[in-house]
C-alpha cells in the first residue's frame, strides 16, 4: 500500500513527502497520522538538521479531503494526529520548512504555517477557507497573527481570500519565492543557509523566539544567559573560534 507520506534522509536534510497527488494530497485522518509519526521520527534523529515538508503532484496539498469530511470520516481523531504532526514540526529542536505549490490552502497552508520557514512557487494557490466550510482553520488560527499581524490575519481567516505569492511574500506569509522550475535550486540554497549556522544555537534560538510570546522578556534573562554559557561551552563555538583563526567557514556538519 502506498504511504500517504513518504520519509526520506538525504545528507542531513529530512524530506517529509505528501503522497496523495490523485486528490492533491487532500487531507484524510491516514495522511495525519503517518505526518505526525514522520515528523517525530525526523525529530529524534540526530543525524536531521533540516526537515522539508513537500507534496507530490501538481499541488503541495488541497486542505481537508472534503469526500472524507462530508462522509463523516473525518472526527476527533484526525484532529488529534493533525495538532500532534504540527505541534512537532513548531517545537522540533530543527529548521522545519515547507516548499508550496500549486494548491496550498486550507490544512496545506496551516501545515506551512507550523514551518519554521517557507518556500512558494510562483504559481501557489494560498488561501485558508476553513470557516467557509463551516470550521475553524484549526492549524493556523494558533499561529497566522504571530506571523503576518492580527489585521492581516483576520483577512485571510474571516474573508478567506487567497493570496498571491509575491503578496504572501510582502506580508511575510512566506519567505521566499521563486519559478516552479527553480524549486530545487531554492532547496538547495536554503539547505546551505542552514548548514551554516549551529544546529545547538538554532535549537534554543528557535525555542527562546517561540516562548517570546508567551513570556515577559524580563524574566528569561537568566534562561539566556545559561543558554549563552551552554552555547559558548560547545564543541561548535570552539569549532566557529577555530575557523575565525583559520579564515574559513565553520564546519558544523563533518562528515
Known sequence: MTPPVTYEVAAGVAFLTLNRPAVLNALDTDLAATLAECAERAAADDAVFLVVVRGNGRAFCSGMDRTAMAGGKIGEPFYRYWIRALNCLEDMPKVSAAVLHGHSIGGGLQ??????LRIATEDAVLGLGATRHG?????AVLRLARIVGLG???ELALLNDDVSPHDA???GLVNWVCAPGEVDAAVARLIA?????APTANAHTKRLLHESF?????TMI???VRTQNACMAS????EANRAWREEREADYYPE
Do not use: F
Not at 135 to 139: H, Q, Y
Not at 193 to 197: E, F, L, W, Y
Open 214 to 218: 508567551h513570556r515577559d522578556p524580563r
Open 235 to 238: 564543541s561548535e563555538t570552539a
Open 111 to 116: 501545515l506551512a504555517l507550523a514551518c519554521d
Open 135 to 139: 470550521i475553524v482553520p484549526d492549524g
Open 193 to 197: 543557509k542552514v548548514r551554516t549556522a
Open 222 to 224: 537568566e534562561e539566556i
Open 152 to 154: 492581516r490575519a483576520k
Open 169 to 171: 511574500r510582502a506580508m
